[in-house]
């Protein structure tokens, strides 16, 4: 088993402390930043708590006691996303990372945001500044993996998700069935709340009237979507309307829709393992691409997310 750089562990907290932003740093990136002396000791770490506010940088160098202002020439700055360089509401922390004189910055991944994209890092290089590009890169990347493919595809993120028995079916002989346990509800509330909004087809809102809303988890409600062929999706809108991601839970047709456009970054599947029925209506065909990224089995529940 490898052991973990040196270079690897101060970005793993980057990492941890910049899920902290998660709620309030939307629609910016979740960004966690570390500085460290030359000995090795954390002396400052900050992350960005919330839009307008500011970055994970500044807050790191805020947090650096006076006494540790003179370890700065000599320390290393650890920061998840590409410091930004331009003036937006804040102004460009690699501007202020070439002002505290660090030696040396680390950085998990770039920024495709239009305004940087690799521009934070090339201004850090041209001030003498030894720049060090993909430390746990992938982890970095998925972190923030609703703003990039926002900004990359001019579009939300989209999840699609279903409840299954043990026999392949969505309901029972065409009427709704209960799948998911008081525990794995729960996760989908959790869901929920963490991303922007959730969609269904006109079927499954006149039939099971769904409330699409956070009960059993503490968050914001997403903002609800019904579609039928009279009311299409507008992806063009959403992206407009600033939804960085979006939960699908239709039905099986609406779910289908989605599959066939290819329009899709995560499929997440929860089968009851103890749960049968005679018929009803089969689940999607999952796409030859669908690679599993987790499985997480919650008593008889198994729980499969995929990725492309």
């Known amino acids: 088993m490898r052991t973990e750089t ?30 460290v002396s030359a000995e090795g000791r954390i002396i400052g770490e900050g992350y960005h ?11 790191a160098f805020a947090s650096v006691r006076p006494e540790d202002e003179p370890l700065l020439p000599e320390a290393t700055v650890y920061v998840s996303l590409e410091p930004c360089s331009h ?23 770039k920024d495709e945001f239009a305004e940087v994209q690799g521009r934070g ?19 970095c990347r998925q972190l923030n993996r609703r703003f990039f493919t926002f900004h990359r595809e001019q579009r939300p993120y989209i999840i699609l998700k279903w ?11 065409g009427q709704p069935l209960s799948i998911s346990s008081p525990f794995t509800r729960m996760l989908s509330h959790k869901l929920r709340a963490e991303e922007d909004a959730i969609l269904v087809g006109r079927v499954t809102a006149d039939r099971e009237h769904p409330q699409l809303t956070v009960r ?42 989605f599959l066939v456009q290819n329009l899709w970054d995560e499929i997440r599947v929860e089968t009851n393992l103890k749960l049968a029925v005679s018929g009803g209506t089969r689940v999607p065909q999952l796409p030859a691409n669908a690679k599993v990224k987790s499985r997480e089995l919650y008593d008889d529940n198994l729980i499969v997310v995929y990725k492309r």
């Open 216 to 257: 059993e988890w503490r968050g914001n409600n997403p903002k609800k979507l019904v579609i039928d062929r009279l009311h299409p999706l507008n992806l063009e809108s959403l992206h407009a309307h600033g939804l960085q991601s979006l939960i699908v839970e239709g039905g099986a047709k609406t779910l289908q829709s």
């Open 6 to 35: 040196e270079d690897e562990r101060y970005m793993r907290r980057c990492l941890q402390i910049a899920r902290n932003g998660w709620q309030n740093a939307k629609p910016n990136p979740m960004v966690g930043a570390v500085i």
């Open 121 to 139: 890092i090339r201004r850090l290089q041209e001030a003498g500044i030894d720049v060090k590009v993909g430390v746990l890169e992938e982890e």
């Open 163 to 173: 409840a299954q028995t043990a026999n392949g079916f969505i309901d029972d002989n």
């Open 49 to 59: 708590v919330r839009c307008g506010e500011g970055h994970a940088e500044v807050n």
């Open 87 to 109: 003036y937006g509401k804040t102004p460009p922390c690699a501007d202020l990372i070439i002002r505290k004189g660090v030696r040396r910055v680390v950085v998990g991944c």
